[in-house]
Every structure is written in C-alpha cells, then in structure tokens.
C-alpha cells in the first residue's frame, strides 16, 4: 500500500485515471518543485531488457527517458512520483535538470486535485494507430489525443 512521505504536498490514492494518482493535500502555487522522479539509472538497453516491449500488449511500466544515454526506472529505487498519472490536460511538468527529473507544478492547484503531467512518451519507432494504441490514455480531458505518447517525434 503506498503512503505519503512527511514534507510531501500531496498523497497518494486511488484514481479514476489509473490504479493510484497523487492528490494535492493543499493550495500548492504555478511553479513549484514538487518532488524528483526518483529510480535506479539504466541505459536505453538495460531498460529495454527489462521491460520487452511486446506487440500489441498494453505498455506498463515506471520508466522515464531523461535522454538517449540514461532512463529513469522508478520501480527501483522510485518514491512517489511514480504514482503521478498522465494527463493530456496537465497541472504539473517534468523537468529535466542537471540529469535528474523533477515534477514542478504548472499551474496553481487546489487543495483536493489530482497532479498529473503529460508523459509524451517517445517511442524509436514511428507512431502509429497500432503502437498508439499500445500506449492508450484514459485522462478523460476534453483535449485528450487518446495515447500517452507525445504528439511529434
Ligand atoms: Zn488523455
């Protein structure tokens, strides 16, 4: 069962987007460094080793691409900033800086919302309807493009 570490401006719990989602335990202001997108560091390689991406299967993991040399897999090491759901709407924004990965807030958030950033996941291979819907959204957003990958390579 998850839990919320002390200091953390949110916690985690069931969400209607998937399995568990970070909900903000107060009013939190645009720009804000939340937390890091904490895991063990691996190579594009090692990560791909661990996790086959296999054809026509559902994609689920925790890993985060900081770059084409180091991928983040917070099933390792991870805290919770792995529970954080995409959103085609987002509230929040991964930032890459200095090679690590921080969730900072994009907007002013309510007390009670649910933190979510865009994943904008990139594949090697082209996006296609096929691999699109490997990689499907169920934000719910009015402007929701239907997949977690991003929207151009
Ligand atoms: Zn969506």
Redesign the pocket.
Same mark, same amino acid.
Request: aromatic share 0%.
């Given at each position: 069962m998850p839990h919320t570490a002390r200091d953390l401006p949110f916690e985690i719990r069931h969400s209607p987007i998937q399995g568990f989602g970070g909900y903000a335990t107060h009013a939190i202001a645009a720009g804000v460094r939340l937390i890091e997108y904490a895991g063990e560091r691996l190579t594009p390689a090692q990560a791909e080793a661990r996790y086959p991406d296999t054809d026509g299967e559902r994609h689920h993991t925790y890993l985060f691409a900081i770059d084409d040399a180091i991928v983040v897999d917070a099933a390792v090491n991870g805290n919770e900033a792995r529970f954080l759901n995409? @959103? #085609?709407?987002p509230n929040c924004d991964a930032v890459i800086d200095d090679d690590r990965i921080w969730i900072e807030t994009l907007h002013d958030i309510e007390a009670g919302e649910e933190l979510v950033y865009d994943y904008a996941y990139t594949l090697a291979e082209r996006h296609t309807p096929a691999a699109k819907r490997r990689y499907p959204? @169920? #934000?719910?957003?009015i402007?929701?493009?239907?997949?977690?990958l991003a929207k151009k390579r």
């Open positions: 995409h @959103s #085609c709407a959204c @169920s #934000c719910g957003a402007t929701c493009r239907g997949t977690i």
